[in-house]
């Protein structure tokens, strides 16, 4: 049974299954999380992407570090349906055809949430054009702007092709689909049968979107040059883009949002203040990103929690009851759930992992500002830690995007460092991190590291798959971890005295206050006085697991964006 359809969410990459591969990361598997708790919550919602045919990549890594792409062959007919449906956009004035695949994504109530994946690759288009929906952030910005122009126009047009005429809200999970706010522009100015925009228009498409910003760096933002958007778009005041959302000659997609937005949100407190101060003149909300606990509670956690708090899948909030749950049932489940991750460590790199050793996890994108590396600042410091208080050992994963450089040399100076410290600290890299190796590693490391120069992470979610598995953080004070970090209590910051990081960007701070506090608090307490650190697991999950999830925040969405 399904209600009609009052909100569509459109993302570039959504993460629903480990063997889809249309995501690239955090956004997208955010958004696989958002749509599976708007389902369990019975929140009408519709879902809109690209079929991204050949997915983003699949990561190798060569025998000296260096990561090597290759596209993913999936089997779209055998995970999607094809809704017989098409839609046509125009581009570089070409028609460019579009049909629809559709993932019913299920609710645990049995809702379900549509999601539609747009496919050009048909016959009548031409070859170029086929190609718009296979890779996902792939080719140059000709390519990005034409897949944006399938996702925001062709996403709209496609909807009405399915019949879904009550929608209410559009909601924009970052800039890449703001291009929709211009189909929408266009209906009202059709509806009113003029040929030119009036400023109803922009109001009437304000009252139906959302936009919700990730990006807290400037640099971060989609742009295009205005003669790119005049040859792929045509005429562009003609689809209603004026002064200013155009900045430096260029069009910029989330002043675009934001200008044709009624409500605007960043992901955590501190990203709203960050994005509020970047974009003065427009109201920046906050919104706390979550994860979805069903998809990102392991196994043996799932099975404590059925025994000790029934009822937890339905309502997250219950998992505060975890500080009734005995300590040793906790350390007994993470203990299958290290077990887990240690076999396939070994499987599949023979780093000779050991499951009494405590072991740090530390998986994200390679991309410079999470200084993957900010652990081997200072090595023979490291190296006399595990020599003198206690064992440990690190597990990494991530990619680096294909065209980033700097990226991949992180990951190769990491395999190098694994290979040079091989006798006094266990060092893995695990290639090809995905939603499936983020359960294993999130849920079966004793703690989980996060480096971030502030203010660049703009909430960071891993964290909160670990709390939820009774994994502390261990994380410089950026995105939700300034919220979710109670020191000692919840897990620890790195920075001095626990205060939002001051590094002059060198990471000598920060690096200082990581090695201090994993010699003087950390492993002791892991080694010595293990019933504290099996307290701090269960705050982990009491206090953070409780709360950032994404019922609570898809709650937080139906009260602030949608029926409001
Ligand atoms: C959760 C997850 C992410 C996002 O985590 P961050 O904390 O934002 O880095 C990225 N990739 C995968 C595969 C994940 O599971």
């Given at each position: 049974m399904n209600k009609v359809a009052k909100i569509a969410y459109f993302s570039m990459e959504i993460g629903l299954h480990p063997d889809i591969p249309t995501y690239a990361g955090g956004l997208g598997i955010l958004a696989g999380d958002m749509i599976t708790s708007a389902a369990d919550l019975q929140v009408p919602l519709v879902a809109v992407t690209l079929l991204h045919r050949k997915g983003y990549f699949y990561q190798r890594l060569d025998h000296t570090g260096w990561q090597r792409e290759e596209p993913v062959h999936w089997v779209v007919a055998d995970f999607l349906t094809d809704t017989g449906q098409q839609t046509s956009v125009t581009i570089e004035g070409r028609t460019v055809h579009l049909k629809a695949w559709r993932y019913d994504v299920s609710g645990d109530g049995g809702f379900t949430v549509p999601v539609y994946f747009l496919d050009s690759d048909l016959k009548e288009n031409s070859d170029w054009d086929r190609t718009l929906t296979h890779f996902l952030y792939g080719g140059d910005s000709r390519y990005r702007l034409c897949q944006e122009v399938v996702l925001g126009m062709g996403g709209v047009r496609m909807l009405r092709e399915l019949g879904?005429?009550?929608?209410e809200r559009f909601h924009m999970?970052?800039?890449?689909?703001?291009l929709l706010t211009l189909e929408l522009m266009r209906e009202h100015k059709e509806k009113a049968g003029r040929d030119f925009f009036a400023p109803e228009d922009s109001e009437a498409v304000r009252e139906q979107c959302v936009f919700t910003t990730h990006t807290p760096v400037p640099a971060g933002h989609d742009k295009f040059p205005l003669e790119l958007v005049d040859r792929v778009l045509g005429d562009r005041e003609a689809c209603g883009i004026h002064d200013p959302i155009c900045h430096e000659k260029r069009l910029n997609m989330t002043f675009l949002a934001l200008t044709l937005s009624g409500y605007i949100n960043g992901v955590a407190k501190k990203h709203g203040e960050v994005s509020q101060n970047m974009f003065q003149g427009y109201k920046v909300d906050a919104i706390t990103n979550g994860v979805h606990v069903g998809r990102w509670v392991s196994p043996p956690f799932a099975k404590l929690f059925d025994r000790h708090i029934p009822g937890w899948r339905q309502d997250?909030?219950?998992?505060?009851?975890?500080?009734?749950?005995p300590g040793e049932e906790i350390w007994a489940a993470h203990h299958q759930a290290k077990n887990l991750l240690i076999e396939h460590i070994n499987r599949e790199t023979n780093a000779g992992f050991d499951r009494n050793v405590f072991t740090l996890g530390f998986a994200r994108?390679?991309?410079?500002?999470?200084?993957?590396t900010l652990l081997f600042k200072d090595v023979q410091r490291l190296q006399k830690i595990a020599r003198d208080v206690g064992k440990f050992q690190v597990v990494f994963a991530g990619k680096a995007h294909p065209e980033d450089e700097g990226g991949k040399k992180l990951i190769q100076q990491i395999v190098q460092m694994a290979a040079s410290l091989r006798q006094d600290i266990p060092i893995a890299y695990l290639p090809n991190y995905d939603m499936e190796l983020g359960q294993l590693l999130t849920a079966g490391v004793d703690l989980w590291l996060n480096t971030p120069e502030p203010p660049q992470e703009a909430s960071g979610t891993s964290g909160m798959k670990a709390a939820l598995n009774g994994v502390p953080s261990f994380s410089v004070l950026d995105g939700w971890w300034i919220e979710g970090c109670i020191e000692g209590v919840t897990g620890w910051a790195i920075g001095e005295d626990g205060r939002i990081s001051k590094d002059d960007g060198d990471g000598e701070h920060d690096a200082d206050s990581l090695y201090k506090k994993l010699e003087q608090v950390i492993l002791p307490m892991f080694y010595v006085n293990q019933d504290r650190f099996v307290e701090i697991m269960q705050a982990a999950i009491a206090l953070n697991g409780s709360f950032f999830n994404t019922q609570r925040m898809v709650q937080q969405y139906v009260l602030k964006a949608y029926f409001s």
């Open positions: 879904h005429n009550r929608i999970n970052e800039g890449h689909a703001s997250n909030f219950s998992l505060r009851y975890a500080f009734g749950i994108r390679a991309a410079s500002y999470k200084r993957a």
